[in-house]
């Protein structure tokens, strides 16, 4: 009797200790490595978090690599540094295939999608979050100007050369689709003296503070409304889609086909008012990425 109580209790034991590990992985044993990596802003930080957390609970054995250059982030993950992260349509076709850019959001992924697939890079589905570039100033400079568009930023700046000064990025100063178009679509330029250079998380700060006249930003960005500042309207339709997805080495997806599925089920929630309220409240509430991730993964059902 006492020998058949003492198997009863282990066979139970055993029973508890593979249904405590049940939802990571099966058994407890880990579907595998992933790298999740990252650019270097707010909005970068989350996707990554978001990622890193959900897939943690997943089951997997989850590494963060963040903080890092767009350009820089592409080699990682061209070289099997990192295995995915969340890319943009528009930088994915201006930067790294040399596409001209794409107004519209089907037709960049469809087109990104199918080239990058030749590169070994696969784009999972995207999210309807379209964190393209903007142009903005102090809402209520912009009114005293009678600015609202790059039009009339355009006119202002020809018939006032030398007055405003311009916050950038060193990127959006460079590539195609940043300044240098903005600048050839509108028909104005602001001289070399004109552009300050910044990290992309200060040109919001600056135009706040008086310190430029107009700075470039991302569409997502919450400061915009936290700053009381206005994204100009892009009249000429320029700036395309950067509708935000997950990017994945082949290799990976062949080793893990399940995490087509699994990835989807985050760009099936996000859309551009959900991550502009998660950037705000990292970067106007100051709370912390972590934080921020869990909590909306928890409040979407996606953990427990």
Same mark, same amino acid.
């Given at each position: 009797?006492?020998?058949?109580?003492?198997?009863?209790?282990?066979?139970?034991?055993?029973?508890?200790?593979?249904?405590?590990?049940?939802?990571?992985?099966?058994?407890?044993?880990?579907?595998?490595?992933?790298?999740?990596?990252?650019?270097?802003?707010?909005?970068?930080?989350?996707? %990554?978090?978001?990622?890193?957390?959900?897939?943690?609970?997943?089951? *997997?054995?989850?590494?963060?690599?963040?903080?890092?250059?767009?350009? &820089?982030?592409?080699?990682?993950?061209?070289?099997?540094?990192?295995?995915?992260?969340?890319?943009?349509?528009?930088?994915?076709?201006?930067?790294?295939?040399?596409?001209?850019?794409? #107004?519209?959001?089907?037709?960049?992924?469809?087109?990104?999608?199918?080239?990058?697939?030749?590169?070994?890079?696969?784009?999972?589905? #995207?999210?309807?979050?379209?964190?393209?570039?903007?142009?903005?100033?102090?809402?209520?400079?912009?009114?005293?100007?009678?600015?609202?568009?790059?039009?009339?930023?355009?006119?202002?700046?020809?018939?006032?050369?030398?007055?405003?000064?311009?916050?950038?990025?060193?990127?959006?100063?460079?590539? %195609?689709? +940043?300044?240098?178009?903005?600048?050839?679509?509108?028909?104005?330029?602001?001289?070399?003296?004109?552009?300050?250079?910044?990290?992309? +998380?200060?040109?919001?700060? %600056?135009?706040?503070?008086?310190?430029?006249?107009?700075?470039?930003?991302? #569409?997502?960005?919450?400061?915009?409304?936290?700053?009381?500042?206005? %994204?100009?309207?892009?009249?000429?339709?320029?700036?395309? #889609? *950067?509708?935000?997805?997950?990017?994945?080495?082949?290799?990976?997806?062949?080793?893990?086909?399940?995490?087509?599925?699994?990835?989807?089920?985050?760009?099936?929630?996000?859309?551009?008012?959900?991550?502009?309220?998660?950037?705000?409240? &990292?970067?106007?509430?100051?709370?912390?990425?972590?934080?921020?991730?869990?909590?909306?993964?928890?409040?979407?059902?996606?953990?427990?």
């Amino acid at each position: 009797m006492k020998k058949s109580l003492m198997l009863s209790a282990l066979a139970a034991a055993v029973l508890a200790g593979c249904g405590n590990n049940e939802d990571a992985g099966g058994n407890g044993e880990s579907k595998g490595s992933i790298e999740v990596g990252g650019k270097n802003f707010t909005e970068q930080f989350i996707l %990554a978090k978001i990622t890193s957390i959900y897939l943690e609970e997943q089951g *997997y054995d989850v590494t963060e690599n963040t903080n890092m250059g767009s350009e &820089v982030l592409r080699q990682a993950l061209e070289n099997e540094q990192v295995d995915l992260y969340w890319e943009y349509t528009g930088t994915g076709l201006v930067n790294y295939l040399n596409e001209d850019p794409v #107004a519209s959001s089907d037709e960049a992924y469809d087109l990104v999608k199918e080239l990058d697939e030749e590169n070994g890079i696969i784009w999972l589905d #995207a999210a309807e979050v379209n964190n393209t570039y903007t142009l903005m100033m102090r809402e209520e400079n912009a009114d005293e100007l009678g600015i609202s568009s790059l039009s009339d930023l355009a006119d202002y700046v020809n018939n006032n050369p030398g007055e405003l000064e311009f916050a950038s990025n060193a990127e959006f100063a460079s590539r %195609a689709d +940043g300044l240098a178009g903005v600048q050839d679509t509108y028909d104005f330029e602001f001289g070399s003296n004109q552009v300050v250079r910044m990290d992309s +998380g200060l040109t919001y700060q %600056a135009l706040d503070e008086e310190q430029v006249d107009v700075a470039m930003g991302f #569409a997502t960005d919450s400061r915009i409304k936290g700053f009381d500042l206005l %994204a100009l309207e892009d009249d000429e339709g320029f700036f395309p #889609a *950067y509708n935000a997805a997950p990017t994945v080495r082949e290799s990976i997806l062949e080793n893990h086909p399940e995490l087509e599925d699994t990835l989807q089920a985050l760009s099936e929630k996000l859309d551009t008012e959900t991550m502009t309220e998660l950037n705000y409240q &990292v970067d106007m509430e100051q709370r912390s990425e972590t934080e921020v991730s869990r909590e909306w993964l928890e409040e979407n059902g996606l953990i427990d």
